[in-house]
């Protein structure tokens, strides 16, 4: 258990539509990383968050938003769903947000658009 | 830009084999941060080493073993005698440093090693 806990494991739901997954940081991490994992894109980075401010911004569509709430767990939105989007979302965290400190992946949701 | 290239798509190895894991990076930085993980075919990443760009000390953990050389952009992983379990998907990364001291990951392809009995 690498202590970053994501929440469903999987989700399974049809075009169009939108869900928000969850994403626990390890205790006292403070940044919370979200990447995406599809075929044919490999693993991207979407975005990061340091106690609750957006710190970076990746290749995150519009459609996507994501925020880190004062308990530091962050959530990340995905509306107008297309079968594109299936993918494997990971989220990670870190203690701060600088290059110094490496961080932590949380297993994954795996998210499947029908 | 930065960018990581793992040229081998797939390997193949018998049990007890080594086997070296390539990885080349480019990158403008003059301080980064190189990483290898392990995604086994239950999904999870698996954290194996990170290494700054000052550290080109090789380092050995158990049978892995990386070899970080500078002048030719490359940090390269080479597992010894090779076990059934070693079989994954490895994955190569770059630190990318943005605005406002955030920083993201740039991963290569992966390469996915299939290690048989």
């Known amino acids: 258990d690498s202590g970053v806990t994501q929440t469903p494991k999987h989700l399974i739901t049809a075009t169009g539509q939108r869900v928000t997954l969850r994403c626990s940081p390890r205790?006292?991490?403070?940044?919370v990383y979200w990447y995406q994992q599809s075929l044919d894109q490999g693993l991207q980075f979407l975005i990061q968050?340091?106690?609750?401010?957006?710190?970076a911004k990746g290749n995150i569509l519009e459609r996507f938003s994501a925020q880190q709430f004062p308990d530091l767990h962050s959530e990340l939105n995905l509306s107008s769903l297309e079968l594109g989007d299936s993918a494997l979302y990971f989220c990670a965290s870190s203690v701060a947000p600088g290059l110094n400190y490496g961080y932590t992946f949380g297993s994954g949701t795996r998210l499947t658009v029908v | 830009a930065q960018k990581v290239t793992q040229a081998q798509t797939e390997i193949s190895v018998v049990e007890k084999e080594d086997v070296t894991l390539d990885c080349v990076y480019e990158t403008r930085d003059t301080t980064y941060y190189l990483f290898w993980y392990k995604q086994p075919p239950s999904g999870e990443l698996v954290f194996l080493i990170r290494?700054?760009?000052?550290?080109?000390q090789n380092e050995i953990s158990g049978r892995y073993s990386w070899n970080f050389q500078k002048s030719t952009s490359s940090f390269n992983f080479t597992i010894t005698a090779s076990q059934v379990v070693d079989s994954a998907v490895y994955f190569c990364?770059?630190?990318?440093?943005?605005?406002?001291?955030?920083?993201?990951?740039?991963f290569g392809k992966g390469t996915s090693l299939l290690v048989t009995p």
């Open positions: 990364a770059l630190s990318d440093v943005r605005m406002n001291s955030g920083y993201a990951l740039n």
């Open positions: 290494r700054n760009s000052f550290d080109e």
């Open positions: 968050y340091y106690n609750g401010e957006e710190r």
């Open positions: 205790s006292g991490d403070l940044s």
